[in-house]
């Protein structure tokens, strides 16, 4: 639960190799603690649990949405002004590096602009 309760700022970090270690570790201690089951995906059915990325990435909206809109730091999140030609409500922050384009503040800040 600790992980998960920061999975918004690190989830976007992780990379493809990471993520797929820690879905393995996942499986690994479901099998140890409810037994074998034929696929994963019918444990995580028989739980009314979901796979760790897309809690991750529904964790990673909700803290977005409530950061930006009820939060003493929503001068995190740029709004742009309103007109005819903006779509997306929040302005992204420019990267220019692979690393800062996965860093959480753009990360959560493309999540707000999908919605």
Do not use: C, I
């Amino acid at each position: 639960m600790h992980l998960e309760y920061q999975a918004p700022v690190w989830h976007s970090g992780l990379s493809a190799a990471q993520s797929r270690s820690l879905d393995r570790a996942q499986r690994l201690t479901m099998v140890g603690m409810a037994g074998w089951h034929p696929s994963h995906s019918q444990q995580l059915r028989e739980l009314g649990l979901e796979a760790l990325p897309a809690r991750w990435l529904r964790l990673a909206k909700r803290f977005a949405r409530r950061t930006a809109t009820r939060s003493r730091h929503t001068d995190l999140f740029q709004p742009v002004a309103r007109s005819r030609h903006v779509t997306k409500p929040y302005r992204e922050p420019m990267s220019r590096t692979v690393a800062h384009y996965s860093s959480p503040l753009p990360f959560l800040t493309r999540l707000l602009n999908e919605q």
